[in-house]
């Protein structure tokens, strides 16, 4: 048995030995066969590389070559030697700077692939690209524009040294400076001269400025202006006649410097004529000063002159370079006193006579009256004439002469124009004559007896009456006689029911020897109506206000009061005061029904002791109430700024606020916060009373990012579906999934093909599983079935295809190279129709109502519109040039279209289908989007540009907010409404950016 057991064992080692020997030489020779050279993965050649000069660069674009990781770009300044490697990039174009003008450059794209190794397999260079590199050079021949004093013209001489077309603009910071032509174009070593006008003020002044000459090249150049406006003071006088007439007293007139600058003058007679004086006789005076110039006549000197006749003079004003005459005049004169009579005769009982005085010549006479007696006076003692008549009243007084005749010599002396002697004569008898204690008897309201004596001044017995028939007079006696005895008449008034107020009656005195008047005059007491206030004003108070009635009068007084406007009501209306009584009365105001502002009304008081009018002031102030909301969610925003004409509140935290006013009318309202675009609105009151509601639109902010270097590994477009959001990746010729509620990445899509697809565009269903990719680089559209995340297939649809978007039943994609967009059918999937638009079409939308399709033409400055119902374009919108990226709101009003090369945004109607607004918002715009806010129907477009900078303008207010830091870069920029967010693809981190 132990025989068998080692047999079996040294059999078992044998072939234990058999099988490792075999193992070995397996071994052996696969290492032999590894020893063979791998074949290696080379990229393919570069192809479309194109060249286009910009003002200061050129850039190069070509399409993505198969196999490559970068691309190497040479440059050469000859055909086909001398290449020289100038960049590294993993980007389908390069802008090469810095170079010399008038040179002609030569470039050669080649792609790099990286191996597992880390090693470079570098392809074929393409073929050779050129590119000649002109620009316009901008010069001015001179370095100074000096107008001087008096010039209003100069020329300047623009000029284009450089071998491109050029465009300039000049302009200036003064406003005295007007170009005859303010821009223009220049051809290569073209010239341009520019006529420059300055417009001179009055003011003297040194002038001085900056004129700027700018070109499309970013070259400009800033020189000097200036001009010097000399000081001018100018000599005017009030008036160039002085006629003095035959007046003697003084006369005025100014002289004035209406010019600029300091005006030095002087006046001189010109024949030295001494009938008058002027004082000053020079002076000084600034721009706008004057001086006061006095004449005076010289008596002494003018009566050298003939009489009857006129003496004139120049005066002769200089001063600086001007000079001005003042014609004075005057009439010498020959007065002639002239008296009425000679002598007056004054009899037995004339008391009272006159004689006149006048000047029958020329001039005036100045007259003086001297001479008389004790019992002779007269009125006026002196005075002067210059043509009128003066008359003289002449008195006498019997009382204390004796009987006889009496005479008294007056003398009227006119000094150098003559002398006039008059006599006065009476004549005293012994008789009665009849003497009246006064000529007036004056009965207060409170009076009702007075007397008068009646006394014979002369001899024997004196018999007199009392004549008088007024019936509330009552005479006692009424008649008498007196010789040297004085007689008391007796006066008594009834004042019975004669109305109020002054009556008066004569009362004649009669003798045999003459009569004598007396004036009765009787006061019957009067009530007065006394207002102490003649104005109430009541402001903005409530509270009602008193003021006072009072009689200050006599008798009983009734009155009553009148109002004109309901809003006034007073207590009591009517009444009765007493003499001196006084009453308290009780104003009130009611404003309910009133509209702000002031107002002022009379209340008419009528009574029978006049009439009074008391004004009644009061404003209303009235309310503005509003609120502040967010126009997304609506809810209040508290501590807004709101500004009402200089008042600045901040709304509470209901997002009220309230201001007053005191008129009513149309008011503006003004509303900033923070994170919102700021609001006018208009607020119309009435009746004391405005409400508002202001709805602000939120600025969007950063909230999130989606990462995943794995899957977004060179992120390029986006688009939406079923709340996943479709990446494409084109380095590597995928299509990255996105759940957007977890924002979170779920898968990657490969695109099957044998070459780099280089995928572009992406369009997704809303009625299939399907996404649909922009392929450009095989000029396709790759078929993605999104229930199994798979390319389940691809079309041809045209030459270069890179943007597509999804319509109601159709996609619909830009053929950049054919100038034309495909319609795809997407049920059969193929395209049906190609229709012609402008150059280089690229970026689409759809209008709201899905009626039209607009494609930013990237190869000229339009925006095609494309009825889709027709499928042909309709029409071609101008907008800035190159137009690249382009965002419509779900159902919004505006097309908004942004340009990346010349950094602005054109805002078009789709209504009217026409540009409404185009404006520089940001540098370099590379994505647009747009969200409309369903309360109020105003829109939002927010413009992203390549370093990661958002700006925004709100429609149609066209509220501009700029420079809001959302990313380190950008790629392209959407919104979907499902999520009510905007997604940003940040290119330079691979990541796609929150905002909300």
Request: with cysteine; charged share 25%; glycine share 8%.
């Amino acid at each position: 048995m132990k025989k068998v057991i080692r047999s079996f064992l040294k059999y078992i080692n044998y072939l234990v030995v058999v099988v490792l020997y075999l193992v070995l030489a397996l071994m052996f020779g696969c290492q032999e066969d590894d020893s063979d050279p791998v074949p290696q993965i080379v990229p393919r050649i570069v192809t479309n590389v194109q060249a286009e000069v910009t003002q200061d660069a050129i850039v190069l674009t070509w399409v993505a070559s198969q196999n490559s990781d970068y691309y190497y770009v040479y440059r050469s300044l000859q055909t086909e030697e001398g290449f020289q490697r100038i960049a590294t990039t993993k980007e389908l174009r390069i802008v090469d700077a810095g170079l010399e003008v008038d040179r002609t450059y030569f470039y050669r794209v080649s792609g790099v692939r990286l191996t597992e190794g880390q090693k470079e397999v570098e392809g074929e260079k393409s073929p050779t690209t050129q590119a000649v590199f002109v620009v316009g050079i901008l010069s001015v021949e001179v370095d100074l524009i000096d107008f001087g004093e008096t010039l209003l013209q100069q020329q300047l001489t623009i000029k284009n040294s450089g071998s491109g077309k050029l465009n300039w603009a000049i302009s200036s910071d003064v406003d005295w400076l007007v170009f005859e032509l303010d821009s223009g174009e220049l051809q290569a070593n073209g010239e341009q001269i520019i006529t420059l006008v300055s417009v001179r003020p009055k003011t003297p002044a040194r002038l001085e400025g900056i004129i700027s000459v700018v070109s499309d090249w970013d070259q400009s150049f800033t020189l000097p202006v200036r001009m010097i406006v000399p000081a001018y003071p100018k000599l005017s006088l009030s008036t160039n006649t002085l006629d003095f007439g035959l007046t003697r007293e003084f006369k005025m007139f100014r002289i004035r410097n209406s010019g600029t600058g300091t005006l030095e003058w002087q006046v001189n007679k010109l024949s030295h004529a001494d009938w008058f004086t002027v004082s000053p006789q020079k002076g000084l005076l600034l721009s706008g000063q004057s001086d006061t110039l006095i004449i005076k006549i010289v008596l002494d000197q003018l009566r050298k002159y003939p009489l009857s006749g006129r003496v004139s003079e120049n005066l002769v004003f200089s001063a600086n370079d001007d000079e001005e005459r003042v014609y004075v005049t005057i009439k010498t004169v020959n007065p002639v006193l002239s008296v009425s009579g000679d002598s007056i005769d004054m009899g037995l009982n004339l008391g009272v006579s006159s004689f006149t005085i006048s000047n029958s010549g020329s001039g005036i006479v100045e007259w003086e009256i001297y001479g008389g007696e004790d019992w002779l006076t007269f009125d006026p003692k002196a005075g002067s004439s210059e043509g009128e008549t003066d008359r003289i009243t002449v008195t006498v007084d019997r009382t204390h002469l004796p009987p006889g005749e009496h005479l008294a010599s007056l003398r009227v002396d006119a000094k150098d124009f003559g002398q006039a002697d008059i006599t006065v004569s009476l004549e005293v008898v012994d008789r009665p004559q009849l003497f009246v204690s006064t000529p007036i008897v004056v009965f207060n309201s409170k009076e009702s007896e007075k007397t008068f004596r009646v006394q014979n001044f002369g001899a024997g017995i004196l018999k007199w009456q009392v004549i008088n028939d007024a019936r509330w007079l009552t005479i006692k006696p009424r008649s008498g006689e007196t010789g040297k005895e004085i007689d008391v008449v007796q006066l008594l008034v009834d004042r019975g029911d004669l109305p109020p107020g002054s009556h008066t009656t004569r009362v004649q005195v009669e003798a045999g020897v003459g009569r004598q008047t007396v004036n009765v005059t009787m006061q019957v007491p009067q009530p007065v109506l006394s207002l102490v206030s003649e104005e109430i004003d009541f402001g903005t108070s409530l509270k009602p206000k008193n003021f006072v009635l009072q009689n200050s009068g006599e008798g009983l007084l009734y009155w009553t009061a009148e109002l004109e406007e309901d809003w006034v009501s007073l207590v009591p209306m009517k009444g009765f005061l007493e003499e001196g009584e006084v009453i308290k009365m009780t104003l009130s105001v009611d404003r309910s029904q009133l509209d702000a502002r002031q107002y002022r009304t009379p209340i008419r008081i009528s009574s029978n002791g006049g009439n009074k009018t008391l004004f009644v002031r009061m404003k209303k102030t009235g309310q503005i109430n509003g609120f502040i909301r967010d126009v997304k969610t609506l809810k209040p925003i508290s501590q807004a700024n709101i500004k009402f004409q200089s008042k600045v509140e901040q709304s509470k935290s209901d997002g009220s606020f309230g201001f007053s006013y005191l008129q009513e009318g149309s008011y503006e309202i003004i509303v900033s916060s923070d994170g919102f675009f700021s609001r006018k609105g208009i607020v119309k009151t009435s009746s004391g009373l405005g409400e508002i509601e202001l709805f602000l639109s939120p600025v969007v902010r950063r909230i999130g990012k989606i990462r995943d270097a794995a899957r977004l590994t060179s992120p390029k477009r986006i688009a939406y579906g079923n709340r996943r959001a479709y990446v494409t990746n084109q380095a590597d010729d995928t299509v990255a999934v996105v759940n957007l509620d977890t924002e979170r990445t779920v898968t990657t899509i490969p695109l099957k093909w044998d070459q780099a697809c280089v995928p572009v565009g992406v369009a997704t269903s809303s009625k299939r599983s399907e996404v649909y990719v922009a392929a450009s680089a095989i000029d396709r559209i790759k078929l993605v079935d999104t229930g199994v995340n798979l390319d389940v297939g691809e079309f041809r649809v045209g030459d270069y295809p890179s943007e597509c978007i999804m319509g109601i039943s159709k996609l619909y994609v830009s053929l950049l190279r054919e100038d034309r967009v495909a319609v795809v059918d997407i049920s059969i999937p193929a395209r049906t129709n190609r229709i012609w638009v402008g150059k280089q079409p690229g970026a689409m939308v759809i209008s709201p109502n899905g009626k039209y399709l607009y494609i930013c033409n990237y190869g000229e400055a339009t925006v095609s519109v494309v009825d889709l119902v027709t499928e042909k374009e309709i029409k071609k919108i101008n907008v800035f040039n190159r137009p690249d990226a382009i965002a419509v709101a779900s159902s919004g009003s505006y097309v908004y279209v942004t340009s990346q090369f010349s950094g602005g945004l054109s805002v078009i109607d789709i209504r009217q289908q026409v540009e409404v607004n185009r404006l520089s918002i940001t540098k370099s715009p590379i994505g647009v989007a747009a969200v409309r806010f369903s309360h109020d129907g105003r829109e939002v477009g927010y413009v992203v540009d390549r370093d990661g900078m958002l700006s925004g303008i709100e429609m149609p207010t066209q509220i501009i907010i700029r420079n809001i830091l959302v990313a380190a870069s950008a790629e392209v920029f959407s919104y979907y409404p499902e999520t009510g967010k905007f997604y940003l693809i940040d290119s330079l981190e691979s990541t796609i950016v929150i905002l909300e």
